[in-house]
């Protein structure tokens, strides 16, 4: 009974809409989709590019789980006591580098995306454009974000720093050698970051006016009210 309900204020919200006293285009609502996608990105690169931006957040990078047993034998040697915190702290200094570079890169993808069903992303979850947009720009966007990540990652010395120590692990007598990589931890760690404040601001556009801080925001998102 209840999904009939929920299916019926759907179709009634999508009549609204479609015929409404200002009916909208299925390119308008792309275009609103994706001015609000623009201003999620612009906000999570401002707040995490900020001094601290991934590391003093819910955003915050932990260590990867394969670098935990590293980790946990080195506190013991000389000159590695400090080696988790000194780590944490370099990857998310690195992942607040890279965000200020995330700005082009997002838009892009945001530009070349095509909504095939934008009445129904518009129609659905408060999230609906930022999961549409991660599940068909995250692999690229991971591509084309590595060198980022990864020139970041040498500007605090993190690989550097990280390759001392597995080198360090890897001669205690009877461990595995092991070779894990930051790369990809902080990649997309960093990415899942910036997603996730962006469907931060697709929520606050959907669900508060005073977000709407464009005619056609107003236009698109007002339509849901």
Known sequence: MNAQINLSKLVDKGKKVLAGENPLSKDEVANGLKEALDNGIEEAVS????EDGYLASAYKIQIPEEAQKVIGKLKMVPGFENIEQELI???????????????????DAVKSISFDDAMNILQGEDDAAT???KGKS??????????VIVSALDE????????????????????????????DHVNNKALDGLFS???VKEEGIRNDIDQRSSDLLKKVFGQQD
């Open 47 to 50: 707040k995490l590019s900020a």
């Open 89 to 107: 702290l370099k990857m998310n200094k690195a992942a607040e580098l890279a965000a200020k570079k995330a700005t082009p890169i997002f838009v």
């Open 131 to 133: 999961v549409y947009l």
């Open 138 to 147: 995250k692999q690229s966007l991971y591509k084309e974000f590595m060198p």
């Open 156 to 183: 605090v010395n993190a690989r550097t720093y990280w390759k001392t120590a597995v080198d360090a692990y890897n001669k205690i007598p009877f461990v595995k050698k092991v070779n894990p990589e930051l790369d």
């Open 197 to 199: 404040l962006i469907a």
